[in-house]
């Protein structure tokens, strides 16, 4: 069995072990775009408008993330024209990303322990979508749902294993973030992949 550890050194591996090498120079220039859009966004929420915005392009970017971290994991070299491949399942994404909220928001009405059970459950969405794109939201909630049972506390001890890397990168003014979120991203696909069933049926 993997731990934060174990899905954390796969993670540099795939990325290459220099900060500035090209896969992980270039997630790094993907976050600094993704960064600029999000700042837009912010921008735009002065006139009402950004709130409608992020609600719509926050799915597809989700699923854009989870396609280029897959990429990078399975071998293949990251590249900013993939991260807007989210575009491509657009309607997908958006529902998907909109139930996802939904849901979150409900339980967390309840107790701020359900909702965060449901953030957990719900993480592996997707890149369930990233991999079978023919699915409905529901379904690949329910898929997530499955995928994460008796896997949230190990989710759980990776997340928190990346505190005092973005500690850091808050010390240099955020700078550093552009190499800690793609590290991230690529070490949650790595758990992606070592929980995802081979044969597993959707």
Known sequence: MLYAEDFRRIARRQLGYRWTGNKWGTFALITFVYTLIEAGISFLSRFYIGTVVGLVVSGPFSLGFAIVALNTVRGGSPQVSHFFDGFKNFGTAFVLNLLNSLFIFLWSLLLIIPGIIKIFEYSMSFYI????????????????????YGNKWRLLCLEFSFIGWYLLGILTFGILLFWVIPYYQTAIAVFYESIKPNNYRY
């Open 129 to 148: 979508l990233r991999d079978h794109p023919e699915m409905s939201a529901g379904d690949i909630r329910r898929a997530s749902i499955a995928m994460m």
